[in-house]
C-alpha cells in the first residue's frame, strides 16, 4: 500500500528510504492507526520507565566517582582551568549543552566553557584539509593547555574523532572525561582517562539521555565543590 | 528506587531530582503519542519539521534535527526538520536589527509551508521568541508543537500550541533532560506511526 517509487541511484538514497518527489505516502486505515496509537502509548510508556531506571542504575554505579570529579573539575576551575566538551551528532549537542551550562548556569558561578563543535568555519575547514578524526584534536591542541579540562561523549564509544581529541588532551595534561555508552567501546580501552562513565545500556537514546543526567550531575556537583549549593536545599 | 546509604548524599539528592520529573512522562505517554499521530501524518503529506530555542533548548533542536535527518537506525526513512536556532548570522542578525522577540518568527514566515510542524522548546514556556514563532506558526496553519516545563508558563496561558508537553519539574536541568527523552520519543513514535501504516519503502523496518 506505500506509494513509495524505489530509491533513486546513488550513495545516498541506498542509505534511506526516501518518498519520491511529489508523491504522498499512504495514509493508514482507520483500524491501524488506532492500534498505532496503542502501540505508541505503550512504548512511550516503556522508555520513560528504562530511562528512570536507568538513570537510578548509574548513580548507583558512579555516584562515588561523580563526586570525586567534579571535585577535580572545581580544582582546576579554580586555579584557572577550562572545560572544553566534543562529540559527534547528538552528542555534538550535548557539548554544546555542556559549555552553556558552565558558562551561563542557571545558577551559581560562570566558568569557563567551550564547545568543539560550535564553529562550524572551524569543523569543516579542519575536516576538508586535515581529516575528520582530527576536528577535536586539533582545536584542543591550539586551545587547550595543561590545568584545562576535556570532556569527550561518545554514545559508542567508538568515535575516532573523541578518542584522538581524549588522547590529545592527556598528551597535555588535561584532566579528560569520557562519556561513553553499552560497554564503553573502544573508550573503554584507551587507558589513559582520569574518569570514564559508561552508561550500560545498548540503546543510543537512552544512553544519550542518562549522558544528559551525567553531566548536569557534574555541572551540579562541581558547583557545590566550589560553594554553590543548588537553590533551596542551603 | 532507593538510594544507597554509601552514595554521597549530594549525588543522591541530585538523581532523586530527576526521578519524579521521569515517572511523570509515563503518565503523559498518551498525550505524546496523540501529537506524533499528528506529526505522522504532516510528515505524510509531505511537511517538514521546523524547530526552535533558546540556549539548551537550541541544542534540543539540533539534536532533534540530527534525529529525523539521520536515523540512528539504518533503513528508517530521513524526515525534512530544520532547527531554526543554529544559524547565528541569522538569530543576531534578525535580534539585532528587530529584536530577541522576533529572532524565530522571522524565520518561520520564509520557510513554513501549510504543511509542515513547528516545534517550540522553552524550559519554563516564557520565552517570547519561542512564543512568537510559534504564534506566527499556527497563523500560517502549521501544526504546533510546544515542549516546556513547569505550569507550561504562559505558553500554555495564550494557548499557542495544538500539543503542549510540559515537564513536571521547575529545574532546569530535569527539564532539559525529559525534554532529550521527548525528542526521541517524538522521532520514534512517528516511526510507529508510519510502520502501522504499511510497507515504508525499500529497506525500512
Known amino acids: 500500500m506505500s506509494t513509495l517509487e524505489d530509491p533513486a541511484a546513488?550513495?545516498?538514497?541506498?542509505?534511506?528510504?526516501?518518498p519520491a518527489p511529489g508523491r504522498r505516502i499512504a495514509a493508514p486505515a482507520r483500524s491501524d492507526s488506532a492500534a498505532a496509537l496503542a502501540e505508541a502509548r505503550r512504548s512511550a510508556e516503556e522508555k520513560a520507565a528504562e530511562i528512570v531506571r536507568l538513570r537510578w542504575q548509574v548513580a548507583e554505579v558512579a555516584g562515588d566517582e561523580l563526586a570525586e570529579c567534579a571535585q577535580e573539575m572545581a580544582i582546576r576551575f579554580a586555579a584557572g582551568g577550562r572545560l572544553f566538551a566534543f562529540g559527534n551528532g547528538g552528542g555534538s549537542a550535548d557539548a554544546q549543552q555542556v559549555a552553556t551550562a558552565?558558562?551561563?548556569?542557571?545558577?551559581?558561578?560562570?566558568?569557563?566553557?567551550?564547545?568543539?563543535t560550535g564553529d562550524v568555519a572551524v569543523v569543516t575547514a579542519l575536516s576538508n584539509d586535515v581529516g575528520f578524526e582530527a576536528v577535536f584534536?586539533?582545536?584542543?591542541?591550539?586551545?587547550?593547555?595543561?590545568?584545562?579540562?576535556?570532556?569527550?561523549?561518545s554514545t559508542s564509544g567508538g568515535s575516532f574523532n573523541v578518542l584522538r581529541a581524549l588522547e590529545e588532551a592527556a598528551h597535555q595534561g588535561m584532566l579528560t572525561i569520557g562519556l561513553a555508552g553499552d560497554q564503553g567501546g573502544r573508550m573503554a580501552g584507551l587507558g589513559l582517562l582520569d574518569y570514564l562513565f559508561v552508561i550500560p545500556s545498548s540503546s543510543a537514546h537512552r544512553v544519550q539521555e542518562a549522558q544528559a543526567t551525567?553531566?548536569?550531575?557534574?555541572?551540579?556537583?562541581?558547583?557545590?565543590?566550589?560553594?554553590?549549593?543548588?537553590?533551596?536545599?542551603? | 528506587m532507593p538510594v544507597t546509604s554509601t552514595m554521597h548524599p549530594a549525588v543522591g539528592a541530585a538523581f532523586?531530582?530527576?526521578?519524579?520529573?521521569?515517572?511523570?512522562?509515563?503518565?503523559?505517554?498518551?498525550?505524546?503519542?496523540?501529537?506524533?499521530?499528528?506529526?505522522?501524518?504532516?510528515?505524510?503529506?509531505?511537511g517538514k519539521l521546523i524547530v526552535f530555542g533558546n540556549g539548551g533548548c537550541g541544542t534540543d533542536a539540533a539534536h532533534i534535527t540530527a534525529e529525523f535527518m539521520h536515523p540512528v537506525i539504518v533503513g528508517r526513512r530521513t524526515l525534512p526538520a530544520l532547527a531554526l536556532s543554529n544559524d547565528c548570522a541569522t538569530v543576531t542578525g534578525v535580534s539585532g536589527r528587530e529584536g530577541l522577540a522576533e529572532a524565530f518568527a522571522h524565520q518561520v514566515r520564509r520557510w513554513a509551508d501549510p504543511a509542515d510542524m513547528a516545534l517550540g522548546i522553552s524550559r519554563d514556556g516564557r520565552c517570547e521568541n519561542v512564543?512568537?514563532?510559534?504564534?506566527?506558526?499556527?497563523?500560517?496553519?502549521?501544526?504546533?508543537?510546544?515542549?516546556?516545563?513547569?505550569?507550561?508558563?504562559?505558553?500554555?496561558?495564550?494557548?499557542?500550541?495544538?500539543?503542549?508537553?510540559?515537564?513536571?519539574?521547575?529545574?532546569?536541568?530535569?527539564?532539559?533532560?525529559?525534554?532529550?527523552?521527548l525528542c526521541h520519543l517524538l522521532w520514534e513514535l512517528v516511526h510507529v506511526f508510519f510502520e502501522k501504516a504499511g510497507p515504508v519503502g525499500e529497506g525500512a523496518r
Open chain 1, 102 to 116: 558552565f558558562l551561563h548556569p542557571a545558577y551559581g558561578l560562570s566558568l569557563p566553557a567551550l564547545s568543539l
Open chain 2, 131 to 181: 512564543l512568537r514563532g510559534l504564534e506566527t506558526a499556527g497563523e500560517l496553519g502549521l501544526l504546533t508543537v510546544a515542549l516546556t516545563g513547569g505550569d507550561g508558563g504562559i505558553t500554555a496561558g495564550r494557548g499557542v500550541a495544538d500539543h503542549l508537553l510540559a515537564v513536571d519539574s521547575d529545574d532546569p536541568a530535569v527539564v532539559k533532560e525529559v525534554h532529550v527523552t
Open chain 2, 16 to 46: 532523586l531530582r530527576r526521578d519524579r520529573a521521569g515517572r511523570a512522562l509515563a503518565a503523559d505517554a498518551e498525550r505524546v503519542a496523540l501529537a506524533c499521530r499528528e506529526m505522522a501524518s504532516r510528515f505524510r503529506r509531505g
Open chain 1, 137 to 153: 584534536a586539533r582545536q584542543l591542541a591550539t586551545l587547550g593547555r595543561r590545568g584545562d579540562i576535556a570532556l569527550g561523549l
Open chain 1, 10 to 18: 546513488g550513495a545516498v538514497p541506498a542509505l534511506y528510504p526516501f
Open chain 1, 214 to 234: 551525567v553531566y548536569h550531575v557534574l555541572w551540579e556537583l562541581t558547583q557545590r565543590a566550589l560553594g554553590v549549593n543548588p537553590p533551596g536545599t542551603g
